[in-house]
């Protein structure tokens, strides 16, 4: 969930946009996994998130530095800030409560059917056209995510799949309201806005529970900021080096680092069900990128 408005031109290398994006999906797993050791080591969700948060600041404020300055970080849209960083928490809660109930390659795909819920949710906030092209390939999409979800008594937990499609719907809300407010407001802008939305949000929930982590735990705590920041950036950094249609395409390898965490740390073995539903549900998100791109160039 990236905004790219950046105004400070840079060299076009679609070969290094490819591999930004690339570099950036395996550390989008690496947080993912780390989210998971944490719950599975009692930390709250909402301590994660803080921890998640707080420690970003550290790339985030680096990158506003090198790149647009800190002056970038005035707004007149604070309201605009507040619906799209309540937006996205709440589909980062719920993405962050269904990896510690799922398996990651199946909490990972289940994240890839967001495209199909942007164009839905396109149509019903921004009052965007949608062609019939687009609807059926939202309904194909749909059905890869029920052939994802179905019952396997080996790999399924209910609970964690409900999450798994809000955090999706969360995240497809959060790119709607990016998209709004990125009219106005560059890049930068945002990210600094949803970080802070982020860890005060973590830092609010101290009284309701948190735990004193290990040194080892709060390792990892620290590494979810950092890895979970840098990665942020280097999307958005991906786009400024090449165009959108290049680079996405490339965020479904997450699917394989996920897939090959979630083998080497917990064993875990993707069921068939979950790869065949991936594959649908990436063509089909593959599809409507490729019809928006030519709608724009028409």
Known sequence: MTASLIKRPVAQSPALGILLRVLAMALMAVLAA???ACAERGV???EIIFFRNAFAFIPVMLYIWRTSGFGVLRTRRPGAHLTRSAVGLTGMICGFTAVSLLPLTQSTAISFSAPLFMVAL???ILKEPVSPHRWLAVAVGFAGVLIMVHPDPRQFVGVGVLFAIAAAIGAAGANIAIREISRTEPGPTIVFYFTLAGAAVGLASLPFGWVMPSPGVLGLL?????????????????????PVAVVAPFDYTQLV?????????????PAMLTLIGAMVV?????????????????
Do not use: D
Not at 258 to 267: C, D, P
Not at 293 to 298: F, K, L, V
């Open 34 to 36: 780390i989210v998971k």
């Open 44 to 46: 709250p969700v909402l």
């Open 122 to 124: 396109s149509a019903l």
């Open 222 to 242: 620290v590494a979810a900021g950092l890895i979970g920041g840098t990665g942020q950036l280097l999307l958005t950094e991906a786009i400024r080096r090449a």
């Open 257 to 269: 680092w996920a897939g090959l965490i979630g083998f080497l740390v917990w064993g875990e073995t």
């Open 282 to 298: 990436a063509a089909s998100s593959t599809y409507i990128l490729w019809r928006e791109i030519g709608r724009s160039r028409t």
